[in-house]
């Protein structure tokens, strides 16, 4: 359904789009992940395991910046579909360390695939220049967002490709 026909066309033609964009990029990201056991998200997380090897659940809380609740389901979900195990960190025993099975790292391949295929989907139709336009438009108005909300914006850089600097006009 669009706003128009709810019959209220909020302001904000940006933020609408970006709305939009990003519900329809998740929709996609979960249905090329699906095929071999993932839910969207789950995929960053995995990065980050592929990344940078075993981590405290407390540090994959921040640098993915998720509540301890939402993150905790997510591993048990990985956990559970094997991909994922869990174990107390042994210089604090209150701590969880989370590291990727061989499973796991099977899946690495196929995250790329999948990713690879949604950015070309994302920018089909854009050309060259415009494809850097939009990287880097993006990621001024990532910067402005994460000013507003008071975010360290190196922080996204942790569940993704890597941005590099956002360069101004």
Known sequence: MTWAAC??????????????????????AGQLLRSFGLHAGQEVLMMRLWETGRQRQSELMRVLDQDASTLTRMVQRL????????CPDPGDRRSMIVEPTPAG?????QVTAAWEELEAT???????????????LLGRLEA??????????????????????????
């Open 122 to 136: 994302t920018l089909d139709g854009l050309g060259e220049k415009e494809r850097q336009a939009a990287e880097r």
């Open 105 to 109: 790292m099977a899946l690495r391949a």
């Open 7 to 28: 019959g209220a066309e909020p302001a904000g033609p940006v933020s609408r789009a970006i709305f939009r964009v990003a519900r329809l990029h998740r929709l996609l």
């Open 144 to 169: 402005n967002l994460c000013r507003a909300v008071g975010r360290d914006q190196s922080l996204g850089a942790a569940t993704g490709p890597a941005a590099g600097p956002v360069e101004t006009p």
């Open 79 to 86: 956990e559970q579909s094997g991909f994922v195990r869990r």
